[in-house]
């Protein structure tokens, strides 16, 4: 049977390192994985990604530019891919949008449950990895000469925010589990990473 699992946190919190592990231990147990990203996943979505990512725009572009980019990866890849009985990881959905544009931003979070009922009030992931970090360590992370990018120049228009609005964003992650606690497994990423490699173990073998 097809899952729907998304991988969330804020930026600096080790995520994406995890979701490839994650999805080669789901495809050595002989499921069928399609990875993708949001905002991105579609060849439109990429192109809207690019924007989002450089372009400053009001608070409101952004959020409709983040779910537009969404109805088009749910129809082109999501979707489909379920159907076909295919397991789906996304890096970042809807909670993203709560955090950050909710949360970091200061959006209505009423203005973004309708559009989440709009673009996919249907769906919802099946289970959706929280990795929980505090903002000083997950922006130490982010800036250290271990990360894979050269200098800080090379962060992006969300990356460059400033300590109070990753608080923000992280404490939007934060109400988004408390509203609904069933759909998350909160990983604690500050641990090493084998710890938390430990933890993902676990949920891959439970799923
Ligand atoms: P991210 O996964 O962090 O990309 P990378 O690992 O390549 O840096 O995602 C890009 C940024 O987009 C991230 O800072 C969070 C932001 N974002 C939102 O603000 N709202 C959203 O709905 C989504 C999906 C992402």
Wanted: charged share 25%; with cysteine.
């Amino acid at each position: 049977m097809s899952k729907f699992i998304t991988f969330e946190g804020v930026d600096g919190a080790g995520k994406s390192t995890h979701l490839a592990w994650f999805a080669d231990a789901l495809r050595q147990r002989g499921h069928d994985v399609v990875v993708t990203r949001e905002p991105g996943g579609t060849p439109l979505g990429e192109r809207l990604r690019e924007i989002l990512l450089t372009q400053t725009m009001c608070i409101g572009t952004e959020a409709l530019l983040m779910f537009a980019a969404r109805m088009e990866h749910i129809e082109q890849v999501i979707k489909p891919a379920l159907r076909a009985g295919k397991w789906v990881i996304s890096d970042r959905f809807s909670d993203a949008s709560f955090a950050y544009q909710g949360g970091g931003r200061g959006l209505d979070w009423d203005k973004l449950s309708q559009l989440e009922q709009w673009v996919h009030g249907d769906l919802q992931p099946d289970l959706t990895l929280f990795f929980d970090i505090p903002v000083e360590v997950a922006r130490q992370r982010l800036r250290s000469p271990d990360n894979t990018r050269p200098s800080n120049s090379s962060l992006d228009r969300f990356e460059q925010e400033q300590a109070d609005f990753f608080e923000r964003v992280r404490a939007g992650y934060h109400k988004r589990v408390q509203e609904n606690p069933q759909r998350y497994a909160v990983i604690d990423a500050v641990q090493s990473m084998d710890k938390v490699k430990h933890q993902l173990e676990k949920i891959v073998a439970s799923i």
